[in-house]
């Protein structure tokens, strides 16, 4: 019984790689479909609302930073708001990089907004992606194609190991 638990516990790392994978991709999976598709977007005038940088705390007291940048625009005669600076956005980045972002569009500021013609209340200033989402990214698919190698590596491993069906199941 012990060398089969101690035989199994060799498939953690490819379970949880899996799980870090898809967490990461899921994450970032949003904002790259909008990406790719905002090339097709329209574009209309648009205004800084507001803009300020937002702090957040966790519960171990690190804070982290985003810019928040408010606007409208208009589709038709709709005036629609967003807040989508660039995509990836609300991943949190430095207090110094968030600020930059935010003394560069002061309210009253003229812009350009693309926004999606089958949703005109999704929309982006900056059709550019986020330093922090690309890092997701990658972060998620290395960890998805990992997986597969490190079930292979269990699974030798515990072929290796002399782990046997028959020996569990008939109790020898």
Do not use: H
């Not at 790689?17 to 598709?37: E, H, K, M, N, P």
């Not at 693309?114 to 330093?131: G, I, K, M, Q």
């Not at 990658?138 to 072929?159: D, E, Q, R, W």
């Amino acid at each position: 019984m012990n060398r089969f638990f101690g035989s199994c516990g060799c498939f953690f790392a490819p379970m949880f790689t899996l799980c870090f994978g898809v967490v990461f991709t899921l994450i970032a999976q949003g904002d790259l479909r909008d990406y790719i598709s905002s090339n097709g977007w329209g574009t209309a005038d648009g205004e800084v609302i507001s803009s300020q940088v937002v702090a957040s705390t966790d519960s171990e007291g690190d804070t982290t930073y985003r810019p928040e940048v408010i606007y409208f625009y208009y589709v038709g005669d709709d005036r629609v708001t967003g807040n989508r600076l660039y995509f990836g956005d609300s991943i949190s980045e430095s207090g110094g990089g968030a600020q930059n972002k935010v003394d560069e569009y002061p309210p009253g500021r003229a812009i350009k907004v693309r926004y999606d013609p089958d949703n005109p209340t999704d929309s982006v200033v900056e059709r550019r992606l986020s330093v922090a989402l690309i890092v997701f990214s990658a972060i998620g698919i290395v960890a998805l194609i990992l997986t597969p190698i490190l079930l292979v590596a269990a699974i030798i491993g515990m072929l290796g190991s002399g782990f046997s069906v028959v020996g569990i199941i008939g109790g020898t």
